[in-house]
């Protein structure tokens, strides 16, 4: 009678999930939800994952062994070496193309690494972008280092480390559950949407599961082991962690907690001495020492980027902002995902609607198993990894690239997830249903990944997609510049082209262009050694300024002088506007428009998103030479 209520109450819990699945799923793909139909799913999701709990506790508590269903040796390693392929090949082929074009923090991270390739710059901790770790940085100089200045180069780091984290991921599920949990979750995280979408983007919050894995998978296996080399290789990985992505602070505390509740209840006599664990100590002290030193020497490096994307300097009331956050985050791969175009299909859950399902029935399940260990590390890692999105900006939320950590406890608990439904599938028909189950998770992952989020992307307006996108038109430009050869034209760019770092980054060897501004954000300024500064303040933008003296610092100069004579404006205009082929971006009117005034015999062309004002050359020499006469 057990065993019904039980599988009744399964069978209830699946029909919940779905529901909120569905209502997660309606309505247009580039929308977020409205927030009715949002507090809708998450109240069936909750009811959905009670209800499993529910059925679980009446179920037996022994995870399904594999060894009743993969008796020959040869047919585990044999899948396992399939997945991993098959996960190589979809995240390592056409990074150049897609995603399409390439995204200003990818350059950024280019930007760096070649500062540390040309030995100007090679901190511990990167100021640029407010504030990066430095790990990604890193890996980016040897990927360009081995393969030339390009996206790929790029994206190379992120894809080989999203490959890599199926190994460690299969081996960790593998000792807390079995290898048929194992296969089955190495799987769905092999062919996941969420994860290969951001293995293909060159962002380092990839590295957040991998170092969250392999440290998982060191404290669980010297756990049960005994093994002290272990304990010291996961308290290195952790540390390593900490260069990785802001999002992996957390994760030493998590750990911590973790490995003190696993150590604490402890079920067989004969476990290895906790004591034992305390030799992650000194191979994660030996990982953060560096980065603890530059932390004493520059503490705002650390906390500068946490100031900008804190939840409490967003506008608005900040409890409120908080409750919204915790409730668009506590359920999100059931009831909806990041609103970014850029990081997945707006407003949707970053999972397949299988993976959705299982998860909510294996967090019931996990609620349902607590004495062991996989479920303290689904529960601790779900919900501890959730708190970098909880506290970032609202107008992300929910945040999937900041709580890519979970990752690692969703996908362990989408294969948990089939040890609760198959309790109400015939017997006979448990192996077709697990294939067509899966079939059906790839299938959706797929349409998602190569058809749906292409096309979102592709429709969006061009107004849009620089922001929520990618940057294509920026692309455009790099790819006319490069295209110039070794053709002496001088070409000046404006301010947004010029200063743009996918551009710098992708022109970075043809070496840096010249700038041209407008002529009304220009100030006069002189130092008191009498140098002439030309000086260009942009609207919503940071300080730039052209220079003929060693100063860095705008704030340095004593005397500002805003009203300028004729005369002075003037040699202004025409010390910014000397070439003789300027590049614009389709917004640049007002440039356009004073090069038009300037010199009227030029010659205007149309590029893609972009303008070209050619001047001639003849006139251009004419010009000069009246300047200097005059």
Not at 199 to 226: E, M, N, W
Not at 318 to 341: A, E, M, R, W, Y
Not at 419 to 429: F, M, Q, S, T
Not at 498 to 509: D, E, G, N, S, V
Request: proline share 7%; glycine share 8%; with cysteine.
């Amino acid at each position: 009678m057990k065993t019904k209520s039980g599988s009744m109450s399964l069978f209830w819990a699946c029909l919940f999930l779905t529901a909120a699945c569905l209502i997660s799923s309606t309505g247009e793909p580039d929308e977020p939800p409205h927030p009715s139909r949002h507090f809708t799913g998450l109240g069936l999701a909750v009811a959905g994952i009670l209800l499993a709990a529910a059925g679980s506790r009446q179920e037996p508590e022994q995870i399904e062994s594999p060894s009743s269903s993969m008796n020959n040796k040869y047919i585990v390693p044999c899948i396992v070496i399939m997945i991993l392929a098959a996960g190589a090949v979809i995240r390592l082929i056409h990074l150049q193309s897609n995603p399409p074009q390439f995204w200003y923090d990818e350059a950024n991270h280019g930007l760096d690494a070649i500062l540390i390739l040309e030995g100007n710059d090679r901190p511990l901790f990167f100021p640029s972008n407010c504030g990066q770790e430095p790990l990604f940085k890193y890996l980016s100089a040897g990927s360009i280092l081995a393969s030339g200045c390009a996206p790929q180069a790029i994206r190379r780091v992120s894809a080989l480390a999203g490959w890599l984290t199926l190994i460690p991921f299969y081996f960790w599920i593998r000792t807390v559950c079995g290898n048929l949990t194992g296969i089955i979750s190495t799987f769905f995280l092999a062919f996941s949407f969420w994860h290969v979408h951001f293995s293909r983007i060159g962002f380092r919050g990839i590295l957040v599961p991998l170092f969250l894995v392999l440290t998982l998978y060191g404290i669980d296996s010297a756990r049960i082991h005994g093994s002290k080399r272990l304990y010291f290789a996961s308290g290195l990985a952790a540390g390593i962690g900490l260069s990785g992505y802001i999002a992996f602070r957390l994760a030493p505390l998590l750990l911590a907690f973790y490995l003190i509740w696993v150590c604490r209840d402890r079920i067989r006599d004969d476990s290895p001495p906790a004591g034992q664990w305390l030799w992650i100590l000194p191979g994660f002290a030996i990982a953060v020492l560096p980065v603890a030193v530059d932390l004493w020497q520059n503490p705002h490096s650390f906390t500068s980027r946490i100031a900008l994307t804190s939840l409490f300097s967003a506008p608005g009331n900040p409890t409120q902002n908080l409750l919204n956050n915790v409730h668009k985050h506590i359920l999100f791969p059931i009831t909806g995902g990041d609103p970014i175009l850029r990081h997945g299909i707006p407003g949707r859950p970053p999972v397949s609607m299988v993976e959705s399902i299982l998860f909510g029935l294996g967090l019931g399940y996990a609620f349902s198993r607590l004495r062991e260990s996989w479920a303290k590390a689904a529960v601790v890692f779900y919900f501890g990894m959730l708190v970098p999105g909880i506290l970032s900006v609202p107008v992300q939320a929910p945040a999937t690239l900041r709580v890519l950590g979970t990752s690692t406890a969703v996908y362990l608990l989408a294969g948990t997830g089939w040890n609760a439904i198959r309790r109400i599938i015939p017997v006979a028909l448990r192996p077709a249903g697990l294939i067509l189950l899966l079939l059906f998770s790839v299938s959706q992952n797929a349409w998602r990944h190569f058809e749906l989020w292409p096309e979102l992307l592709r429709r969006d307006s061009p107004a849009r997609r620089s922001e929520f996108g990618f940057n294509q038109d920026e692309v455009s430009v790099a790819e006319y510049l490069n295209g110039k050869g070794n053709e002496p034209e001088e070409i000046y760019l404006s301010p947004q082209l010029r200063l743009h770092p996918t551009i710098r980054f992708l022109t970075w060897k043809k070496g840096s262009y010249k700038g041209i501004y407008r002529p009304e954000y220009f100030r006069y300024i002189e130092d008191p050694k009498g140098d002439l500064e030309v000086v260009l303040q942009l609207k919503k933008r940071n300080l730039w300024w052209l220079r003929n003296t060693p100063r860095k610092n705008f704030f340095w100069f004593w005397k500002r002088t805003e009203n300028l004579t004729d005369g002075e404006l003037q040699a202004m205009i025409r010390y910014c506007y000397p070439g003789e082929t300027y590049l614009m971006h389709d917004s640049d009117e007002a440039i356009l428009e004073t090069l038009r005034v300037m010199y009227p015999e030029g010659t205007l062309k149309n590029h893609g998103d972009f303008w070209i004002y050619r001047v001639p050359l003849d006139l251009l020499k004419t010009e000069n030479r009246r300047l200097k006469a005059k």
